[in-house]
């Protein structure tokens, strides 16, 4: 394989000889030999041997995990157009209160009652009052107004009453004007509450309108569950979902959904927690909830729970996914709960939780004699739902928590042995709660009764840091409980970011006899009104889209394969780390000397400053102010004087840094001395920016710590083991940093204290899988470089036809973004090509490219 590319490489360079001589001195002939070295910089062989099989890829690896967040529920995937349809909305968080989204047409009177209600779950109704003809009152929808297309019908439905009102009632679709495009009439109202129902149709197009009732003679009604919903909903269901946007869902082929949270199922306190049986039966019935994500009082946000198990169930079989539902265990948002009361349900308490988590399984699976049995067949759903999972708990860590999810494991273990459950880790991606959760799961793993089937891992972190992680599966436990990668997203709807995920995802399939289930989060965003971004997908009131995040989730589900293949890339180099060094502190006040960085291979002294002259070309965080003073002694250093910096929240604190951004393999030394402040000393290395670096952390936290920690595109994470260290003040300390490609060491007056494992970033990515229905080879490629790379994949005991597709997602700008605007401006695009055992693919800059080669078995 070598052989072959360094006779190709012979060959471009005899040619760039050539091209020289002939034309001689060329004024450009240095961007010739620029130009060639870059090419040959980014060759690479991908060499596949389909003889050789490699672990099954997980059947469940690509789901989806819904959240009701960013109105992703109510005023987007349901597709009911009212807003505020029962009149439970209040003043705290709605303005108008009970009558938020409504008017008064014509000087009608408008009353919220609550004496005869309709239910105990709704406990307001509207009564609508007039002394004059065609007055009413008027919905404006959720958010920017109710979208209405011209030919479609719409079904509209009330609970209305009346003592004395014998005339009709009329209703109207809008235009933003309020000028009608579509009505109907409702007549016979009688003495108690009648659900209505009446098809209108759109004689215009609208992407703002609106809905008005009106009554054509003077008189009173009364008025509950104003519903208006297209009759075009997904399988045309009443009470049904967005046609459009379920398209998107069906396109990604998900293997299962993870419902309803998320945080949301925690609650803020635990008064508004999920319940799910809130969720099911008569819509008219459910009782609403105020949504943990609130909104603003413009733009309030509640749960209706249109959108309950029962509907999710259903969406779980018209997809074909597995349900993956998630129940309270017991503790409120612990991430919300500082200071607050009814945030964790006591020991003695959690039987109602628990039971609630088996009448869940019984909903599912029970029949006509059981009590929640009969609730689903009485929606109409005979047959069981399927359930496999259980998520105890969502973001949940620490002691309590434990102890809690315990208990769910002593019933469910007897009472359903069947059912998969899954605990958590945390909100982090490491730290002390994620090591605290897996050092209490592992220690269980000898039990004779599971502990454990999935631990639900979640993380947001910045594209740099899923480049720098793809080996974090690597090194798991073969026998060790199964992973659940219930969240994760990079940060960012850019390609850059979404070329993060791909080249992530690839180590996912590799490690996917660990990693079972992975969900991107969030999976829904209103393009108007959003408390969490990035998301998978965009909506407004009439249209939605795919983020470019979004396509390479679809490019990956729809291209899974059924078992890798051995596949190794050749002439593949990886970036360890490198960068500059510096100095720094945070609200503590310090003298630092004799800086020197040596090359570790050579020798050579690639930076040296004792501040006997000033200190020169060193770039600063904006936070501290650096200079050279006269030490006590009459010798020159290098200070931050000032104890109350940094003033804010800067990652990097104080710091003060120079050198090349190209430097690796090194080792720095300084000496440092604190002159006063609460900590100790920040020491930069490996710095690329300020967004991106290494520093080590010397006294920390009050001036307990020692830690290494790293900065990736902004958010810093610890990634070392934490040792105890006090800094004492006017003593001279000697610091070591060595950097090597693979490890960096720290040393405190000669004493090791760190050793961290560096994670290398490849310039190109790749998995391969065969998927045996078809008998295709799945090649899947990712190229996360802003230039091109020429891959030559080789192909043996393949048994390979000519005949091969490939699907490329790919743009020269790394920050490009999918929009309302330009909702296609990044999308994969596929083409047939003829293929060989030695095919060479010029993999285009800032891309994924998936290859589906076809073979003889």
Known sequence: MKKHFYQRRLTMFCCCIALLFINGCNKDHGNVLEEEKRMEDNNFGLLINGGKQGIDISETLYGLFFEDINFAADGGLYAEKVINRSFEFEESLAEGGHLHGYEAVNNAELRICSEDVLNDNNPN????????????????????????????????????????????????????????????????????????????????????????IVIEEAGTIDMDMISLFPVNTYKNRKNGLRADMVKLLEELQPSFIRFPGGCIVEGNPLDNAYCWKDTVGDVAQRKQNENLWIGTKD?????????????????????????????????SCQARADGQTNTLAALSELDHYIQDALDLVEFCRGDASTTWGSVRINMGHIQPFEIEYLGIGNEQWGEEYFKRYEKFVQVFREKYPDIKLITSSGPLSSGDLFDYAWSKIDSHKDDTIKYADLVDEHYYNEPEWFLKNTTRYDDYDRKGTEVFLGEYAAKSNTLKAAIAEAAYMTALERNSDVVKMAAYAPLFGNTLSSQWKPDMIWFNNSKVFGSVNYYVQKMFANNTGDYLLESSLMDVKGEGATGKIG???????????????????????????????????????????????DDEDGNKVYAQTNASYPTNDAIMGSASYVGDTNWS?????????????????????AV??????????????NNTRSVVEEALGGTKNIVSDIRNVTIQTDRWYEIKVVVNQDTITCYLDGKE??????????????????????????????????????????????????????????????????????????????????????YEYVAPANSVSIFRIETLN
Not at 592 to 607: A, C, H, P, R, S
Not at 665 to 684: D, Q
């Open 125 to 212: 109704y509207l009564e609508l009052k007039t002394e004059s003809e065609n007055s009413g009152v008027r919905n404006k929808g959720f958010l920017e107004g109710m979208s209405l297309v011209k030919g479609e019908e719409y079904r509209f439905s009330v609970y209305v009453k009346s003592d004395s009102y014998k005339g009709k009632i009329q209703i109207n679709l809008e235009d933003r004007n309020h000028n009608c495009i579509g009505s109907g009439y409702i007549e016979e109202v009688k003495s108690s509450w009648s659900k209505r129902e009446i098809i209108l149709k759109a004689e215009e197009t609208v992407e703002k309108g609106s809905l008005s």
């Open 299 to 331: 733009y309030p946000y509640y749960q209706t729970y249109g959108i309950g198990f029962f509907e999710y169930f259903l969406l779980c079989e018209d997809l074909g996914a597995k349900a993956v539902p998630i129940v309270n265990c017991g503790m």
């Open 583 to 629: 100095v720094g502190t945070w609200k503590t006040a310090a003298v630092f000397d004799d800086m020197k960085v040596i090359d570790n291979e050579t020798g050579k002294v690639l930076y040296e400053n004792d501040f006997s002259t000033k200190a020169s070309n060193f770039e600063g965080s904006s936070q501290g102010f650096y200079e050279v003073i």
């Open 665 to 685: 393999n090194y080792t720095y030394t300084v000496r440092a001395k604190k002159l006063s402040g609460s900590e100790g000393f920040l020491i930069p290395f």
């Open 688 to 701: 690329k920016d300020q967004k991106n670096f290494y520093h080590w952390n010397i006294g920390g936290w």
């Open 753 to 838: 204290m760190h050793v961290i494992k560096v994670p290398e970033v490849f310039p190109v990515y790749q998995t391969v899988s065969k998927e045996e229905k078809t008998g295709d080879i799945i090649v899947k490629l990712v190229n996360i470089q802003e230039e091109e790379s020429k891959i030559t994949i080789r192909l043996e005991n393949c048994n390979i036809t000519e005949d091969a597709s490939v699907e490329v997602l790919a743009n020269e700008n790394p920050e490009v973004e999918n929009s309302l605007k330009n909702p296609e401006n990044v999308i994969p695009t596929i083409r047939k090509i003829k293929i060989t055992e030695n």
